[in-house]
C-alpha cells in the first residue's frame, strides 16, 4: 500500500522568503509523486511529478521538489512567495503499476505582506 | 472551453433525498474519477472508471451508484442522502493510469440538511 504524510497542516510565510512544504511517503514500490495546488473554491491543479526520472524536478509557477529516496521524502520548495502562493497544497503518490492516486492532508499556505 | 466541468456546482438538499451530480470531459481521456473532498480538506478517491469499465470501487455505501454511458462522461448518483455526505465532489479525469497527471473539474458542493 503507498501513502503520503504531510508534515504541518499550516504554513504561515512572508512575501518574498522561502516556502517549504514536507512530504513523506510510503510505497511498497518505485513510486510516482505529485504535488497538486488547489486555490479557493477550485479544483487542484498538478504543480509538478516525480516519475522516476530527475530526482529534482521543476514545476509551475517557479515551485521545485526533490525525489530522496534515502529519506522517503518529496519537500516542495519555492525560493521567494508571491500573495498569489496562498492556497492548499496537496502531495499525492502513486505506485507505478496502479490508477490509484492517494492523497496526502494538505498544507494550506498563508502570505504575509 | 472546460476541460473537466462538473454540474452543478452547488447542491442543497434535504436528508432522504435523491440527487446526482454530473461530470464531463473534453480531453480525450480514457480514465475517470470521482474524490470526495470533506470539511477538513482530506480528498478521497471513490470510484474510477476506464474505458467505461469500472476498475476502483472503494469502500463506499451502496447509496452511491456511478454511471459512464461513454468515456467521456461520469455521473454519481447518490440515494437517501444522509448529514454525513455534505462535501465538495470532485471529477476528474486522465490519459492513462495515475502515473499520468489528473486534470479536475471545479467541484460540486454538496449541502444536506
Known amino acids: 500500500a503507498q501513502s503520503v504524510t504531510q508534515l504541518g497542516s499550516h504554513v504561515s510565510v512572508s512575501e518574498g522568503a522561502l516556502v517549504l512544504l514536507r512530504c513523506n511517503y510510503s510505497?511498497?514500490?518505485?513510486?510516482?509523486l505529485f504535488w497538486y495546488v488547489q486555490y479557493p473554491n477550485q479544483g487542484l491543479q498538478l504543480l509538478l511529478k516525480?516519475?522516476?526520472?530527475?530526482?529534482l524536478v521543476k514545476g509551475i509557477n517557479g515551485f521545485e521538489a526533490e525525489f530522496k529516496k534515502s529519506e522517503t521524502s518529496f519537500h516542495l520548495t519555492k525560493p521567494s512567495a508571491h500573495m498569489s502562493d496562498a492556497a492548499e497544497y496537496f502531495c499525492?503518490?502513486?505506485?507505478?503499476?496502479?490508477?490509484?492516486?492517494?492523497f496526502g492532508a494538505g498544507t494550506t499556505v498563508t502570505v504575509r505582506a | 472551453d472546460t476541460a473537466v466541468s462538473q454540474t452543478p456546482k452547488y447542491l442543497v438538499t434535504q436528508m432522504g433525498n435523491d440527487k446526482s451530480i454530473k461530470c464531463e470531459q473534453n480531453l480525450g481521456h480514457d480514465t475517470m474519477y470521482w474524490y470526495k473532498q470533506d470539511s477538513k480538506k482530506f480528498l478521497k478517491i471513490m470510484f474510477s472508471y476506464n474505458n467505461k469499465e469500472l476498475i476502483i470501487n472503494e469502500t463506499v455505501p451502496n447509496r452511491f451508484s456511478p454511471k459512464s454511458p461513454d468515456k467521456a462522461h461520469l455521473n454519481l448518483h447518490i440515494n437517501s442522502l444522509e448529514l454525513g455526505d455534505s462535501a465538495v465532489y470532485f471529477c476528474a479525469s486522465s490519459q492513462r493510469k495515475a502515473t499520468g497527471e489528473l486534470f479536475f473539474g471545479e467541484g460540486s458542493r454538496l449541502t444536506v440538511l
Open positions: 516525480y516519475t522516476s526520472a530527475a530526482t
Open positions: 499525492a503518490v502513486s505506485p507505478s503499476n496502479d490508477y490509484k492516486l492517494s
Open positions: 510505497s511498497s514500490v518505485p513510486p510516482y
